[in-house]
């Protein structure tokens, strides 16, 4: 196999394992949120916004992952 090729595959495994990643803990996240919110309704206000903070952080973590694996597909450093 090539360099390039090796990219190629980094990349797919980069954007891959970040958007498993980020599905899993959006998810995690939103079902703790759902049962904090059903054990004290009260406090239903500050943990969403706080909840929306956290799924815009877990979010970008990923698009910088893209950016990088888009990084080394169109502008590879190892291509020699």
């Known amino acids: 196999m090539t360099n390039v090729a090796l ?3 980094a990349c797919g495994i980069i954007i ?4 498993l990643g980020a599905c899993l803990g959006i998810a995690l996240m939103g079902a703790k949120y ?5 054990r004290q309704p009260e406090l239903m206000e500050p943990l ?3 909840m929306f903070l956290l799924a815009g952080l877990i979010d970008a973590a990923f698009l910088i992952g893209v950016g990088i694996a888009m990084m080394f597909a169109f ?4 291509v020699g």
């Not at 891959?16 to 958007?19: C, E, I, M, N, S």
């Not at 502008?75 to 190892?78: L, R």
Request: charged fraction near 10%; proline fraction near 5%.
């Open 16 to 19: 891959g394992l970040g958007a």
């Open 48 to 50: 969403q916004t706080k």
């Open 34 to 38: 759902l049962e904090a919110s059903a």
């Open 7 to 9: 990219v190629a595959i």
């Open 75 to 78: 502008a590879n450093p190892f």
